[in-house]
């Protein structure tokens, strides 16, 4: 492994060879271990009544830097109450995910803390403004002990990422803070290792981070290792992952696997930032029903199928669903895989025993729920201080009005064509529309780039309807820059079919589009099918396959992400200013307090199911 972060160091195990007597395990021994071999369960030879220890494994996945408590939908949990109806809970906020977490600790002898990627990336302004210092801060404080990376730890790529994990101030903003002397206040860094098993340098084939981690405590060993999707390329700006290469999931966590068994690790848990889509949408259904695993479909079913029946769980992210599900291993035996949603609403509290003799994990006895992150609670002082003094510093910009609406103008997780995606593509088509600024005919934007709605209730002292900058900056975080391009008609329907079909046919990723963009979706069919092709229409004419369209999109798109290898084809590229800007331009055009923006009407996409 390579060197390890911070304050930390001394979790991570130091594998002693060439002790060979009962005298020199016993002076290797940590602090501690001493009492509980005396009870008759030591070092793998102990047989007394009390082998067996239970270990909590708390969890959560996908913060994205959210440590206010996140808005509207985004702020939701649904509960599934005995009589089959249901209830939504608000939930979130790291000053209440500190106050669960440490109440769930107590009286725990053997406690771990991880993650599985996405901590950082596509963040609230409170935390993106800072590039996520913020957020690191926070989890140092959670007592985080180890997390995966995912594709969002690489939004501004590789090197900001190793910032975040050693130290430093950035690049070409500096150090955000002073200290008492009125000095630049250095950014120590992560105080948990970011594991990255299957994120390896082209060239050297080195993984740029740690793979594993190895939590110890009292003789009690627990490997970790971390990987992130491997289609992680296709989510991500290229520019930020130029020069690595992303391995397949499941050969890189059997890789290590096997080292870790090499190094008489015997527990092993998997941090993997990808996901699977539960049947239902409420945080306490029962995937397992009516066989284990039988409730949840997506990309970690066949993962977990095939990763080595050594794993004894999995803790995964991505898809910001939850569950806890038993998916049988390669050997036939149920394995637990857990998600926490996303964005603090939830944590995982899993079980895991311990067997000192064997220094495995006893599969069978493996228990895991979600459990809630409500606002009931009292607020940890310590992030409340956190949060302030962030905010101090965010203020003069965040709180900035510029735009009015007249209602929410949400951005349902659920929805095909969503009413916020609406007003984006418009915005984007009115920004890159005149000749000198591109010329673009129609706009499309990617669903995974819109990340939060607009809440009409004021979050702050600004008044309800109005929006700030702060605001606006958390539906649009990532800056991505504006571009217009010529496609063809037949390239532009090939890119709604690759909507539903290719990498995109399990979960589709519906593009939003601008006004006067309109065709018909049928949910009936399969795979490029669903598109029904001569429906497609600008302004009400038929989309010519023979014609050369001007289409604005952001540079990620433009790029191929998101599965969209036909945009890469495009010719003439003009590039603009961000996609923020573009939403703030609208806003000011179109907004006042007596005038406000209401919610765009849908029926754009035509959906048949």
């Known amino acids: 492994m390579s060197a390890t972060p911070n304050r930390k160091r001394g979790r991570i195990l130091a594998v002693v060879a060439g002790l060979t007597t009962i005298g020199a395990l016993a002076a290797a021994m940590p602090a501690g271990a001493a009492e509980d071999r005396a009870q008759g369960y030591g070092f793998g030879y102990g047989h007394g009544k009390d082998r067996t220890v239970d270990v909590q494994l708390l969890s959560f996945n996908d913060l994205h830097g959210n440590l206010q408590p996140p808005s509207g939908s985004s702020g939701r949990v649904t509960h599934t109450n005995e009589d089959g109806t249901t209830k939504t809970i608000?939930?979130?906020?790291?000053?209440?995910?500190?106050?669960?977490?440490?109440?769930?600790?107590?009286?725990q002898k053997y406690s771990i803390t991880a993650a599985a990627g996405d901590m950082v990336g596509a963040s609230p302004l409170l935390s993106g403004l800072f590039h996520d210092e913020p957020t690191i801060e926070a989890l140092n404080k959670l007592d985080l002990d180890v997390t995966s990376v995912g594709n969002h730890e690489f939004d501004e790529g590789y090197k900001e990422l190793k910032r975040l994990q050693y130290g430093g101030c950035h690049a070409t903003?500096?150090?955000?803070?002073?200290?008492?002397?009125?000095?630049?206040?250095?950014?120590?860094?992560?105080?948990?290792?970011?594991?990255?098993?299957?994120?390896?340098?082209?060239?050297?084939?080195?993984?740029?981070?740690?793979?594993?981690?190895?939590?110890?405590?009292?003789?009690?060993?627990?490997?970790?290792?971390?990987?992130?999707?491997?289609?992680?390329?296709?989510?991500?700006?290229?520019?930020?992952?130029?020069?690595?290469?992303?391995?397949?999931?499941?050969?890189?966590?059997?890789?290590?696997?096997?080292?870790?068994?090499?190094?008489?690790?015997k527990s092993i848990?998997?941090?993997?930032?990808?996901?699977?889509?539960?049947?239902?949408?409420?945080?306490?259904?029962?995937?397992?029903?009516?066989?284990?695993?039988?409730?949840?479909?997506?990309?970690?079913?066949?993962?977990?199928?095939?990763?080595?029946?050594?794993?004894?769980?999995?803790?995964?992210?991505?898809?910001?669903?939850?569950?806890?599900?038993?998916?049988?291993?390669?050997?036939?035996?149920?394995?637990?895989?857990?998600?926490?949603?996303?964005?603090?609403?939830?944590?995982?509290?899993?079980?895991?025993?311990?067997?000192?003799?064997?220094?495995?994990?006893?599969?069978?006895?493996?228990?895991?729920?979600?459990?809630?992150?409500?606002?009931?609670?009292?607020?940890?002082?310590?992030?409340?201080?956190?949060?302030?003094r962030w905010n101090a510093l965010a203020a003069p910009i965040a709180n900035r009005p510029v735009g009015?609406?007249?209602?929410?103008?949400?951005?349902?997780?659920?929805?095909?064509?969503?009413?916020?995606?609406?007003?984006?593509?418009?915005?984007?088509?009115?920004?890159?529309?005149?000749?000198?600024?591109?010329?673009?005919?129609?706009?499309?934007?990617?669903?995974?780039?819109?990340?939060?709605?607009?809440?009409?209730?004021?979050?702050?002292?600004?008044?309800?309807?109005?929006?700030?900058?702060?605001?606006?900056?958390?539906v649009q975080p990532f800056t991505n820059m504006m571009t217009a391009v010529d496609l063809t008609g037949a390239q532009l329907i090939t890119a709604l079919q690759q909507q539903v079909s290719g990498s995109n046919q399990a979960a589709p990723k519906i593009l939003q589009v601008s006004k006067g963009f309109t065709y018909t979706l049928d949910m009936t069919k399969a795979g490029a099918d669903?598109?029904?092709?001569?429906?497609?229409?600008?302004?009400?004419?038929?989309?010519?396959?023979?014609?050369?369209y001007r289409v604005a999109m952001n540079e990620f798109l433009a790029g191929g992400g998101d599965g969209f290898a036909v945009l890469k084809e495009h010719k003439n590229k003009l590039v603009g200013g961000s996609d923020l800007d573009a939403l703030l331009a609208y806003f000011a055009?179109?907004?006042?307090?007596?005038?406000?923006?209401?919610?765009?009407?849908?029926?754009?996409?035509?959906?048949?199911?």
């Open 589 to 609: 055009a179109h907004s006042s307090a007596s005038g406000p923006i209401a919610a765009p009407a849908t029926g754009r996409i035509t959906v048949i199911k």
């Open 530 to 548: 669903r598109i029904v092709v001569d429906s497609v229409k600008l302004n009400g004419e038929a989309i010519d396959p023979a014609k050369t």
């Open 269 to 388: 848990v998997a941090l993997l930032h990808e996901g699977g889509l539960p049947a239902s949408s409420s945080y306490n259904y029962n995937c397992d029903s009516p066989g284990p695993g039988d409730g949840i479909s997506g990309p970690i079913v066949d993962i977990a199928k095939n990763v080595s029946p050594q794993v004894d769980a999995m803790i995964t992210g991505h898809t910001h669903t939850a569950y806890a599900c038993t998916i049988p291993d390669p050997a036939g035996n149920p394995r637990m895989v857990t998600s926490a949603a996303s964005f603090g609403k939830l944590y995982t509290d899993t079980t895991l025993t311990y067997d000192r003799r064997t220094r495995d994990i006893v599969r069978t006895s493996v228990a895991s729920a979600n459990h809630v992150v409500t606002r009931d609670v009292a607020k940890a002082e310590d992030m409340t201080q956190l949060i302030d």
């Open 404 to 474: 009015y609406i007249s209602g929410d103008i949400d951005n349902p997780a659920d929805g095909l064509e969503k009413p916020l995606g609406n007003l984006i593509t418009d915005a984007q088509l009115e920004n890159m529309a005149a000749a000198d600024k591109g010329g673009a005919q129609i706009a499309l934007m990617n669903p995974g780039g819109i990340r939060a709605p607009f809440v009409f209730k004021a979050s702050g002292s600004e008044g309800d309807g109005v929006v700030t900058y702060g605001e606006a900056f958390t």
């Open 90 to 107: 608000d939930a979130g906020g790291v000053e209440y995910l500190a106050t669960h977490l440490r109440e769930a600790r107590k009286d």
């Open 173 to 265: 903003e500096g150090c955000y803070e002073k200290n008492a002397k009125g000095r630049s206040k250095y950014f120590w860094g992560a105080d948990f290792p970011f594991l990255a098993a299957n994120v390896a340098k082209e060239k050297s084939g080195r993984p740029i981070l740690d793979p594993y981690f190895v939590w110890e405590k009292n003789g009690v060993k627990i490997g970790f290792i971390g990987v992130t999707l491997e289609g992680t390329p296709n989510i991500v700006s290229a520019e930020g992952i130029k020069g690595l290469k992303f391995s397949d999931e499941v050969e890189t966590i059997n890789k290590y696997t096997r080292i870790l068994e090499r190094q008489g690790v």
